[in-house]
């Protein structure tokens, strides 16, 4: 039976060997038929692979089943992964083009701002910050995720891996299936797109 990801809750599973084997060498015992491997490699990348799918696709319910998707063609697929490559590029690449798909299939969705502003992750420095603080923080981040949403896709995929997951340029590039010269042209054109679009709110905070 498949590990049950779709509840998105952290599994509880006990310290040992296994937590120091590599992802590829637990893909290795996946494609082998071992439901413990999975269930390690679910447990890494879930709250990973949730998040990114919510930035790209701007919806939770929507990132919810990408990202089980996502799991469950691992799972079936593990047989073709191929060792030149990372586990981690290899299942973003599975991710993204999921995501890709999905946008594809529907026209943009955007969250309320109650429930936009539950999802966005939390500063560091948040809990030493008045409320009046928090809240301008919560706009400014909200602002920012509906403008990357606008972004175009690989822009988009670009940003999210390399802005938000700490992707290198050569880790976003095998993820998204371009050059590492073309990523680094994909931010610079996101990070344009994205000062004209938050142009707005430096005013109103500058004012």
Not at 60 to 81: G, N, P, S, T, W
Not at 129 to 145: E, K, M, V, Y
Request: hydrophobic residues 45%; glycine residues 2%; charged residues 25%.
């Amino acid at each position: 039976m498949l590990l049950r990801v779709s509840s998105w809750k952290e599994n509880q599973l006990s310290p040992s060997s296994e937590h120091l084997e590599t992802d590829e060498n637990l893909i290795v015992r996946v494609a082998q038929g071992d439901i413990r491997a999975f269930e390690l490699l679910v447990t890494r990348y879930q709250k990973q692979a949730l998040r990114a799918a919510q930035r790209f696709v701007f919806d939770r319910q929507e990132a919810e089943d990408l990202a089980q998707e996502a799991f469950l063609i691992v799972f079936r697929k593990a047989h073709k992964y191929e060792p030149k490559a990372s586990f981690k590029t290899w299942f973003f690449t599975i991710l993204l083009n999921l995501c890709r798909n999905a946008a594809k299939k529907k026209k943009p969705v955007y969250l309320d701002l109650q429930a936009s502003e539950a999802e966005i992750p939390a500063r560091p420095d948040a809990a030493n910050q008045d409320p009046a603080s928090q809240f301008d923080q919560q706009q400014l981040q909200l602002a920012l995720a509906k403008a990357v949403h606008k972004l175009p896709e690989n822009q988009r995929a670009a940003f999210i891996l390399c802005h938000y997951e700490n992707f290198s340029y050569a880790e976003a590039a095998r993820s998204i299936g371009v050059s590492v010269k073309a990523v680094e042209s994909l931010l610079v054109r996101a990070k344009r797109a994205l000062r004209g679009e938050l142009a707005w709110l430096t005013k109103k905070t500058d004012s």
